[in-house]
């Protein structure tokens, strides 16, 4: 149980290398140490050699970026400098029935476009022309919010 | 007319999209748009040269029925 009494402070004197010990030799000064305005060793211990610019020299090193190293469905990433990643979400384009990210990419590509799009900001597809085996509303596969304003406005007629 | 009367002259389609439109042509439920243009025209728009229903307008137009026949229960 030697560890254990090391762990939580409780070690020996001659073992100034536990984790208790060391917590320690920090003592109220902790915060201090960590916002970096402290003198203890563990300041100078902690603190990077490169400095508060580290993250801005890092940004700097490259003028232009790499392009993106890998790129899918789920986004892309590059980086900048040598150290910094940078994750690209992909665009989200609200199709029918939701296909994956990449499936709505190659259907711009296709020039699929506004044709292939049911339900966008727009409004949904409710023209006539779009449409086929057309009868009076009975049931659906889709419960969506224009099924359930149809479902309602069904009900309202035969309610009257 | 009221909200109630304008919802009552809709007529509920159920529809397929055509396959080229949707490969897996489910069953849906809605309403046409050009026989919603001649009874709420504002809850229609022309994107392309398509037709497209605002479900915005109609749900607004649902809310305003709901409180008309609130309104007509509590008086009776």
Redesign the interface.
Known sequence: MDWLKNFIGGGSEESPSTWGDAFKSVGTNFLEDYLGIGDSPVNAASVDPRGQSYLRDSYLKSSSPSATAVTGASGSTGTLGDDVAIFNPPPFVALKDNPEPAQQQKQEKDGFGIKDAIGIGLGLLCDIRTKTDIAPLETTEVNDDLAQVAFFVKELRECS | MSA?EK??Q?????????????P?Q???????????QQVIPEA??E??G??????NV??NY?RL?REELLEGSSKS
């Open positions: 109630l919802l009552k809709l007529e509920p389609i159920q529809f397929r999209y055509k396959a080229e439109l949707d897996t489910p069953l849906r439920a809605g309403f046409s748009a050009q026989q919603v229609v728009h994107v392309n398509v037709l497209m229903i605002d479900i109609l749900k649902l029925a």
